[in-house]
């Protein structure tokens, strides 16, 4: 009788789980539409300009980091303009936000926390050899943190470590208009139009580096 009690509330605790998937991906579907809706239109308002070509190749990108809009628009472009297969390095504090912590799982973005970066690591090297075949990108903000001036801050070396221990180019992205329309100090974004830039600069020489 104890056996058939426990398996029938094993069955429940799967259908709860299961439901409870369904419902957490519909809203992450549902959350995402809405941020592309929005960032999409900001894009085109501002007339969003990307200048450059990415490699046709997997590769990691290295970018400048002033505003939240930096990922959204970046994930938004490089997935649904670019067609490429898009992932993003993000802190762990980030989990403290419920759309962050939402849009983190439903984009799959490889968590790094400070004292775990081996594991960081060891997720982007099984990335690119599991997926080598559908040229995955994986962006990397440096600087570690949004710039409050607008200004550039000293980035770390790990991408370019990365870049070689993972055998992939290393590629600067420069990021223009992004702080000027949503600096750290604003709670929402600007209306205003100031032009937004992506310019995709050559790969870094990681001999010289």
């Known amino acids: 009788m104890w056996v058939a009690r426990i398996e029938l509330m ?3 605790t799967e ?9 957490r991906t519909c809203l992450a579907r549902l959350t995402y539409a ?8 900001l894009w085109r308002r501002n007339h969003g300009e990307v200048c450059g070509v990415l490699p046709d190749e997997a590769c990691i990108l290295v970018c400048n980091h002033g505003s939240y809009l930096d990922w959204l628009l970046l ?11 898009v992932t993003f390095l993000a802190k762990t504090k980030l989990l403290g936000n419920p759309v962050w912590r939402l849009m983190i799982w439903y984009r799959r973005a490889i968590l790094v926390d400070e004292g775990e970066r ?10 690119f050899r599991n ?7 994986v962006v990397i903000f440096p600087e570690g943190t949004r710039s409050r001036s607008g200004k550039r801050l000293p980035a770390s070396s790990g991408a370019a470590w990365l870049a070689r221990k993972c055998g992939v180019p290393l590629v600067p992205v ?5 702080w000027r329309i949503w600096p750290p100090d604003r709670l929402l974004p600007s209306v205003g139009r100031t032009g937004l830039e992506v310019r995709v600069l050559d ?5 010289r580096s």
């Not at 709860?16 to 419902?23: E, H, N, R």
């Not at 594991?119 to 090297?125: C, D, E, N, R, S």
Request: positive net charge.
């Open 15 to 23: 259908k709860i789980g299961w439901w409870a998937k369904v419902c």
């Open 131 to 137: 997926q080598g075949e559908l040229k995955p990108l």
């Open 75 to 85: 994930d938004w472009l490089l997935l649904r303009k670019l067609r490429r297969n």
């Open 174 to 178: 420069a990021l223009g208009g992004f």
């Open 10 to 12: 094993r069955d429940r």
């Open 203 to 207: 790969p870094v020489d990681l001999e």
């Open 118 to 127: 081996l594991q960081g690591t060891a997720k982007i090297i099984r990335l």
């Open 34 to 41: 809405i941020l592309e809706m929005t960032f999409g239109g």
